[in-house]
């Protein structure tokens, strides 16, 4: 890699995290704060800091594919749309077997998030907990990935467009997809500090195993999402599987054993170590089959 394109990285990399961060550590504060609409809302706006880092540090946006491109691409779009929720379904499945007693059918966790007084909304606008649970559910399969993915692009511009075409462009296809998720995984650390971010703050070995935990879950989860732009050229999709992940990570908490909601290092979720090891394995039969295609014939 060239100074001059080095330098750039070094830029784009300070912007994305300077910005990110700032935004993360504000949201950090609101959590704590018990200001739950301003934490979501600096998260939601902290997405789009790859993006504004492309854009600030010269790196550029152009040529990314942002002309949405259907033709061709159906099996790629509906691949995007559905696999997480596949791989999400067979994660939580697999950690259920594992640990029969975090089953509970009874949707407990559900009315221990809510709360009496979010309980008493849904029902005086005329639903039930089980009637919220079927429209979340249909939701994340529907039309949620489509919602998220106009967040979601303000990540993937800047990471599968910038990015990781730098470091594979320095390093190879695998050194650098594995450099880029755990930037990426990095990237995510002061909020998972400060708020608990995905895994709570009272799991095993809190706050280390959690964000390094974290960062196996992005470099697998940045794998297929960069196999996708890899298929299509079309930066929007990426964006959609990225958004599909979103829409559906936190589904299989419906059927979570209240007890075992500080453990999610294990699962039920696609960030857990048996939650997530479908997409982790599938992270690594990419690597392998691209691995395939490198090799030359005087190698085999």
């Known amino acids: 890699m060239k100074n001059g394109k080095k330098d750039r990285l070094a830029g784009y990399l300070l912007w994305a995290f300077g910005i990110a961060w700032i935004l993360q550590i504000a949201a950090g504060m609101m959590f704590r704060a018990g200001a739950s609409l301003a934490y979501s809302g600096l998260l939601a706006v902290s997405m789009f800091a790859p993006l504004l880092a492309a854009v600030l540090s010269g790196a550029g946006v152009k040529g990314m594919g942002w002309k949405p491109r259907i033709k061709g691409n159906i099996r790629w779009i509906m691949g995007a749309w559905f696999v997480p929720a596949i791989l999400g379904t067979i994660g ?87 450099a880029g998720g755990i930037i990426w995984g ?40 960069d196999f996708f732009y890899e298929k299509t050229n079309c930066i929007w999709i990426p964006a959609l599987c990225h958004g599909a992940f979103n829409a559906f990570v936190g589904v299989p908490t419906i059927f979570l054993n209240p007890a075992y909601g500080d453990r999610l290092l294990l699962g039920p979720l696609m960030v857990g170590l048996v939650g997530g090891l479908p997409m982790v394995l599938l992270a690594a039969w990419i690597c392998a089959k691209d691995r395939e295609k490198q090799i030359t014939p005087e190698e085999k």
């Not at 639903?127 to 919602?147: D, F, M």
């Not at 993937?156 to 990015?163: H, N, P, S, T």
């Not at 400060?194 to 095993?204: F, K, N, P, R, V």
Request: include cysteine; proline fraction near 5%.
């Open 92 to 178: 939580a499945v697999l950690y259920f077997l594992m640990v029969p007693d975090a089953l509970d059918t009874s949707f407990s966790y559900i009315y221990n998030t809510l709360g009496a007084e979010g309980i008493r909304q849904l029902e005086s606008s005329g639903l039930s907990v089980q009637q919220y649970i079927i429209i979340s559910c249909v939701a994340s399969l529907t039309y949620a990935p489509w919602l998220n993915m106009l967040f979601a692009v303000g990540e993937e511009a800047g990471w599968r467009g910038v990015l990781y075409p730098a470091l594979k462009s320095r390093w190879g296809v695998l050194k650098g997809r594995i």
């Open 186 to 225: 990095v990237w995510h650390w002061p909020i998972m500090l400060l708020a608990g971010y995905e895994y709570g703050t009272s799991y095993w070995g809190a706050p280390v195993t959690g964000p390094l935990l974290f960062c196996l879950i992005a470099t697998s989860m940045g794998i297929l999402l």
